[in-house]
């Protein structure tokens, strides 16, 4: 079992920075990979990330190329997502998900565990 824990959401000002931090636990953390979902209220959960085990590949959605950055820190267990230029229709919850396969994914059926969610909200 992995337990994901998902912090650092809140309210911010268009245009401004969050960064998105999740814990992993329960298995080795350089063993998974890693992505992290976004679901706004009334839509489907959309890909916005995802990372290797090793944090050397990465992949993103287009709507947030050049604003997000993911990344992971193995020796801390942590999954990180820097998000800069922050727009209003990225106010949604944020998941973290892990997949013990080697490969990374945008559909969300590759991922085999999931966090609670934090609440991202960007006001105009």
């Known amino acids: 079992q992995v337990q994901l824990v998902e912090s650092g959401g809140g309210l911010v000002q268009a245009g401004g920075s969050l960064r998105l931090s999740c814990a992993a636990s329960?298995?080795?953390?350089?063993?998974?990979?890693m992505g992290w979902f976004q679901q706004a209220p009334g839509k489907e959960r959309e890909f916005v990330a995802a990372?290797?085990?090793?944090?050397?590949?990465?992949y993103y959605a287009d709507s947030v190329k050049g604003r997000f950055t993911i990344s992971r820190d193995n020796a801390k267990n942590t999954l990180y997502l820097q998000m800069n230029s922050l727009k209003p229709e990225d106010t949604a919850i944020y998941y973290c998900a892990a997949s013990i396969t080697d490969t990374i994914s945008s559909f969300h059926y590759h991922y085999d565990y999931w966090g609670q969610g934090t609440q991202v909200t960007v006001s105009s």
């Open positions: 990372v290797g085990r090793s944090g050397g590949s990465t």
């Open positions: 329960g298995r080795t953390f350089s063993m998974l990979s």
